[in-house]
Protein backbone atom coordinates (compact mmCIF):
# COMPACT_ATOMS: atom_id res chain seq x y z
CA UNK A 1 0.00 0.00 0.00
CA UNK A 2 1.00 3.91 -0.28
CA UNK A 3 3.40 4.61 2.30
CA UNK A 4 4.84 8.45 2.11
CA UNK A 5 7.15 9.23 5.49
CA UNK A 6 8.44 12.74 6.29
CA UNK A 7 11.67 13.26 8.08
CA UNK A 8 13.85 16.62 8.78
CA UNK A 9 11.83 18.85 10.95
CA UNK A 10 13.40 20.76 13.80
CA UNK A 11 13.57 23.96 14.95
CA UNK A 12 15.10 26.66 13.35
CA UNK A 13 15.82 30.44 14.20
CA UNK A 14 14.59 33.39 11.90
CA UNK A 15 16.39 33.56 8.49
CA UNK A 16 17.47 29.90 9.01
CA UNK A 17 17.47 26.48 6.60
CA UNK A 18 16.04 23.37 6.32
CA UNK A 19 15.36 20.48 4.42
CA UNK A 20 12.72 18.15 4.34
CA UNK A 21 12.55 14.98 3.32
CA UNK A 22 9.82 12.27 1.49
CA UNK A 23 10.33 8.77 1.24
CA UNK A 24 7.19 7.07 -0.67
CA UNK A 25 6.80 3.02 -1.32
CA UNK A 26 3.72 1.24 -2.41
CA UNK A 27 3.62 2.74 -5.78
CA UNK A 28 5.69 3.91 -9.01
CA UNK A 29 6.83 7.26 -7.65
CA UNK A 30 8.20 8.42 -10.94
CA UNK A 31 4.40 8.19 -12.66
CA UNK A 32 3.11 10.36 -10.42
CA UNK A 33 3.43 14.55 -9.30
CA UNK A 34 4.20 14.85 -5.37
CA UNK A 35 3.54 17.85 -3.11
CA UNK A 36 4.55 19.53 -0.21
CA UNK A 37 1.41 20.79 2.02
CA UNK A 38 1.53 22.51 5.06
CA UNK A 39 -0.73 23.28 8.13
CA UNK A 40 0.33 25.77 10.81
CA UNK A 41 -1.14 25.24 14.27
CA UNK A 42 -4.90 25.66 14.63
CA UNK A 43 -5.30 26.39 10.80
CA UNK A 44 -6.60 25.11 7.62
CA UNK A 45 -3.60 23.52 4.84
CA UNK A 46 -1.99 25.08 2.85
CA UNK A 47 -0.78 23.79 0.05
CA UNK A 48 3.33 25.00 -0.76
CA UNK A 49 4.83 23.12 -4.07
CA UNK A 50 4.29 19.90 -6.40
CA UNK A 51 6.76 18.52 -9.28
CA UNK A 52 6.12 16.04 -11.84
CA UNK A 53 7.85 13.39 -12.24
CA UNK A 54 10.07 14.20 -14.75
CA UNK A 55 11.09 17.34 -12.34
CA UNK A 56 9.95 19.79 -15.67
CA UNK A 57 6.54 21.08 -14.09
CA UNK A 58 6.88 22.59 -10.70
CA UNK A 59 4.51 25.14 -8.81
CA UNK A 60 5.47 27.20 -5.79
CA UNK A 61 2.96 29.22 -3.68
CA UNK A 62 3.46 33.19 -3.38
CA UNK A 63 4.27 32.66 -0.06
CA UNK A 64 7.07 30.71 -0.58
CA UNK A 65 8.49 31.52 -3.90
CA UNK A 66 12.18 32.17 -4.15
CA UNK A 67 12.62 30.79 -0.28
CA UNK A 68 11.85 27.25 -1.04
CA UNK A 69 13.03 24.74 -3.52
CA UNK A 70 11.42 21.42 -4.31
CA UNK A 71 12.89 18.38 -6.10
CA UNK A 72 12.89 14.47 -6.32
CA UNK A 73 15.29 11.79 -6.87
CA UNK A 74 12.98 9.33 -8.17
CA UNK A 75 15.92 6.41 -8.28
CA UNK A 76 15.62 6.84 -4.13
CA UNK A 77 11.85 7.05 -4.38
CA UNK A 78 12.32 10.99 -2.35
CA UNK A 79 10.96 14.47 -2.23
CA UNK A 80 12.69 16.87 -0.84
CA UNK A 81 11.80 20.56 0.46
CA UNK A 82 15.17 22.94 0.50
CA UNK A 83 13.44 25.52 2.87
CA UNK A 84 16.16 28.85 3.15
CA UNK A 85 15.82 32.62 4.36
CA UNK A 86 12.81 30.90 7.14
CA UNK A 87 10.51 33.31 8.80
CA UNK A 88 8.16 32.77 12.03
CA UNK A 89 5.13 32.48 9.70
CA UNK A 90 6.81 29.28 8.15
CA UNK A 91 5.97 26.94 11.37
CA UNK A 92 3.40 24.52 10.69
CA UNK A 93 3.26 20.57 9.81
CA UNK A 94 4.67 19.51 6.67
CA UNK A 95 2.92 16.74 4.70
CA UNK A 96 4.25 15.32 1.80
CA UNK A 97 1.20 13.64 -0.42
CA UNK A 98 0.76 12.47 -3.62
CA UNK A 99 -1.14 13.89 -6.26
CA UNK A 100 -3.22 11.26 -7.68
CA UNK A 101 -4.78 10.49 -10.87
CA UNK A 102 -8.05 12.30 -12.23
CA UNK A 103 -7.84 15.80 -10.36
CA UNK A 104 -7.01 14.16 -6.88
CA UNK A 105 -4.06 15.90 -5.09
CA UNK A 106 -3.43 14.73 -1.79
CA UNK A 107 -4.76 11.25 -2.06
CA UNK A 108 -2.31 9.99 0.43
CA UNK A 109 -0.51 11.84 2.82
CA UNK A 110 2.06 11.20 5.15
CA UNK A 111 2.25 11.82 8.80
CA UNK A 112 3.95 15.09 8.39
CA UNK A 113 7.00 16.56 10.51
CA UNK A 114 7.20 19.70 12.44
CA UNK A 115 9.04 22.38 11.62
CA UNK A 116 8.90 25.67 14.19
CA UNK A 117 10.82 28.80 13.69
CA UNK A 118 11.85 30.85 16.51
CA UNK A 119 13.94 32.58 17.61
CA UNK B 1 -4.38 36.13 -2.60
CA UNK B 2 -7.36 34.32 -4.07
CA UNK B 3 -10.31 33.41 -1.21
CA UNK B 4 -11.93 29.89 -0.37
CA UNK B 5 -15.23 30.22 2.00
CA UNK B 6 -16.57 27.71 3.45
CA UNK B 7 -19.06 27.61 6.45
CA UNK B 8 -16.74 28.20 9.83
CA UNK B 9 -19.00 25.67 11.81
CA UNK B 10 -21.94 23.52 11.32
CA UNK B 11 -23.84 21.52 13.63
CA UNK B 12 -26.04 18.16 12.94
CA UNK B 13 -27.73 15.40 14.61
CA UNK B 14 -26.49 11.35 14.29
CA UNK B 15 -28.93 9.96 11.33
CA UNK B 16 -29.23 13.32 9.27
CA UNK B 17 -28.37 14.90 6.74
CA UNK B 18 -26.43 18.10 6.58
CA UNK B 19 -24.62 19.72 3.14
CA UNK B 20 -20.87 21.42 3.36
CA UNK B 21 -20.38 24.76 0.63
CA UNK B 22 -17.24 25.61 -0.77
CA UNK B 23 -17.37 29.16 -2.32
CA UNK B 24 -14.39 30.94 -4.84
CA UNK B 25 -13.94 34.63 -4.23
CA UNK B 26 -13.77 34.72 -7.61
CA UNK B 27 -16.99 33.70 -8.97
CA UNK B 28 -19.48 30.35 -9.79
CA UNK B 29 -17.50 27.14 -8.76
CA UNK B 30 -17.26 25.08 -12.16
CA UNK B 31 -16.08 21.57 -12.81
CA UNK B 32 -12.86 23.71 -14.10
CA UNK B 33 -12.33 24.15 -10.17
CA UNK B 34 -11.67 19.81 -9.84
CA UNK B 35 -13.20 20.58 -6.32
CA UNK B 36 -11.86 18.02 -3.59
CA UNK B 37 -12.71 17.25 -0.25
CA UNK B 38 -10.92 16.38 2.58
CA UNK B 39 -12.01 15.32 6.12
CA UNK B 40 -9.47 16.00 8.81
CA UNK B 41 -9.60 14.33 12.85
CA UNK B 42 -7.58 15.52 15.51
CA UNK B 43 -4.07 14.58 15.34
CA UNK B 44 -4.11 12.78 12.25
CA UNK B 45 -3.55 14.31 8.71
CA UNK B 46 -6.30 15.12 6.40
CA UNK B 47 -7.87 12.24 4.09
CA UNK B 48 -9.10 12.68 0.73
CA UNK B 49 -12.89 12.20 0.29
CA UNK B 50 -13.62 13.67 -2.53
CA UNK B 51 -12.06 14.19 -5.89
CA UNK B 52 -12.97 16.37 -9.18
CA UNK B 53 -16.03 17.73 -7.73
CA UNK B 54 -17.93 14.17 -7.33
CA UNK B 55 -15.55 10.82 -7.16
CA UNK B 56 -15.24 8.65 -4.49
CA UNK B 57 -12.02 7.02 -3.50
CA UNK B 58 -12.59 3.13 -2.60
CA UNK B 59 -12.32 4.22 1.22
CA UNK B 60 -14.77 7.35 1.09
CA UNK B 61 -17.90 5.70 3.07
CA UNK B 62 -21.02 5.75 0.54
CA UNK B 63 -22.45 8.48 3.24
CA UNK B 64 -20.67 11.36 1.64
CA UNK B 65 -21.40 12.27 -1.86
CA UNK B 66 -20.05 15.74 -3.87
CA UNK B 67 -21.67 17.93 -6.21
CA UNK B 68 -21.64 21.51 -7.45
CA UNK B 69 -24.82 23.65 -6.06
CA UNK B 70 -25.83 26.64 -6.90
CA UNK B 71 -22.25 28.18 -7.69
CA UNK B 72 -20.71 26.18 -5.17
CA UNK B 73 -18.95 22.95 -4.78
CA UNK B 74 -20.74 21.22 -2.22
CA UNK B 75 -20.38 18.12 -0.12
CA UNK B 76 -23.30 16.16 2.02
CA UNK B 77 -23.34 13.83 4.62
CA UNK B 78 -26.29 11.62 4.72
CA UNK B 79 -27.05 9.24 7.67
CA UNK B 80 -24.27 11.22 9.63
CA UNK B 81 -22.61 9.04 12.27
CA UNK B 82 -21.25 10.49 15.31
CA UNK B 83 -17.52 9.48 13.17
CA UNK B 84 -18.07 12.24 11.15
CA UNK B 85 -17.68 14.62 13.55
CA UNK B 86 -14.18 16.20 12.14
CA UNK B 87 -12.55 19.55 9.86
CA UNK B 88 -13.59 19.43 6.68
CA UNK B 89 -11.53 21.05 3.92
CA UNK B 90 -12.05 21.86 0.34
CA UNK B 91 -9.91 22.73 -1.91
CA UNK B 92 -10.08 24.28 -5.17
CA UNK B 93 -7.44 24.66 -8.30
CA UNK B 94 -6.80 28.01 -10.10
CA UNK B 95 -4.64 28.59 -13.19
CA UNK B 96 -1.53 26.16 -11.76
CA UNK B 97 -2.32 26.13 -8.07
CA UNK B 98 -4.45 24.66 -5.66
CA UNK B 99 -6.35 26.58 -2.60
CA UNK B 100 -7.87 25.39 0.28
CA UNK B 101 -11.00 27.00 2.03
CA UNK B 102 -10.50 28.03 5.59
CA UNK B 103 -12.24 24.60 6.54
CA UNK B 104 -15.51 23.64 8.52
CA UNK B 105 -15.80 22.14 11.79
CA UNK B 106 -18.76 19.48 12.06
CA UNK B 107 -20.45 19.09 15.22
CA UNK B 108 -22.81 15.91 15.57
CA UNK B 109 -24.68 16.29 18.52
Known amino acids: QVHLVESGGDLVKPGGSLRLSCAAS????????MSWIRQAPGKGPEFVSY????????YYADSVKGRFTISRDNAKNSLYLQMSSLRVDDTAIYYC????????????WGQGTLVTVSS | QTVVTQEPSLTVSPGGTVTLTCASG?????????PNWFQQKPGQSPRSLIY???YKHSWTPARFSGSLLGGKAALTLSGVQSDDEADYYC?????????FGGGTRLTVL
Open chain 1, 97 to 108: ARLGNGWSPGDY
Open chain 1, 26 to 33: GFTFSDFF
Open chain 1, 51 to 58: INGGTNDI
Open chain 2, 26 to 34: TGAVTDDYH
Open chain 2, 52 to 54: NAR
Open chain 2, 91 to 99: LLFYDRGWV
